[in-house]
T-cell receptor
Framework: DTGVSQDPRHKITKRGQNVTFRCDPI?????LYWYRQTLGQGPEFLTY????????KSRLLSDRFSAERPKGSFSTLEIQRTEQGDSAMYLC??????????FGDGTRLSIL | GNSVTQMEGPVTLSEEAFLTINCTYT??????LFWYVQYPGEGLQLLLK?????DKGSNKGFEATYRKETTSFHLEKGSVQVSDSAVYFC????????????FGGGTRVLVKP
């Protein structure tokens, strides 16, 4: 049990469609991070929240990407007008202070 | 900006062999260093960590020492098992940067019986 639930586990969609992923912390953590991992690479930081406030967004996060954490618990990541290059594993991680982050199993996005 | 460089794989070993995976980093401040492991079909798991210079992290027979003078955090295990076959990621975080993680590209390790 990683303490982080991500849904769905796998999403297949056509290019140009919108997709939304959800991350549900099983326990309370004030920080929630999103990362993207492409095949054969290490995860890359996308954005993070401290409670409900989005404090930083990577330049990897284009205008087509938006993330929310409305009540400081679960978070959603939406990609509009998906492109082939969006195919990746999207990882959610939880952290508190400077403690190590715990990762969910991720949502694998495949763009047809 | 921060960066992490680790040796490319795959690394193929026989059971009971010695494993070393090199990792070097560039950081603007005083980062914490981590090794994460991804077993086949599973998510990322923390393997070990070190938060300051000369700290040694250890877990499951793996060790890594935070070397500030060489900006390195090499992972070692004296006798690997087939169950150690996985992808290993070196990473750093800085408190001033919200503790977001910067990862290396990963090293795939395959241990053969």
């Amino acid at each position: 049990d990683t303490g982080v639930s991500q849904d769905p586990r796998h999403k297949i969609t056509k290019r140009g469609q919108n997709v939304t992923f959800r991350c549900d912390p099983i326990s309370e953590h004030n920080r929630l991070y999103w990362y993207r991992q492409t095949l054969g690479q290490g995860p890359e930081f996308l954005t993070y929240f401290q409670n409900e406030a989005q404090l930083e967004k990577s330049r990897l996060l284009s205008d087509r990407f938006s993330a929310e954490r409305p009540k400081g618990s679960f978070s959603t990541l939406e990609i509009q007008r998906t492109e082939q290059g969006d195919s990746a594993m999207y990882l959610c991680a939880l952290g508190t202070g400077n403690q190590p982050q715990h990762f969910g199993d991720g949502t694998r996005l495949s763009i047809l | 900006g921060n960066s992490v460089t680790q040796m490319e794989g795959p690394v193929t070993l026989s059971e009971e062999a010695f494993l070393t995976i090199n990792c070097t980093y560039t950081a603007t401040g005083y980062p914490s260093l981590f090794w994460y492991v991804q077993y086949p079909g599973e998510g990322l798991q923390l393997l070990l960590k070190a938060t300051k210079a000369d700290d040694k992290g250890s877990n499951k027979g793996f060790e890594a020492t935070y070397r500030k003078e060489t900006t390195s955090f090499h992972l070692e295990k004296g006798s690997v098992q087939v169950s150690d076959s996985a992808v290993y990621f070196c990473a750093l975080s800085e408190g001033a940067a919200g503790n977001k993680l910067t990862f290396g590209g990963g090293t795939r390790v395959l241990v053969k019986p």
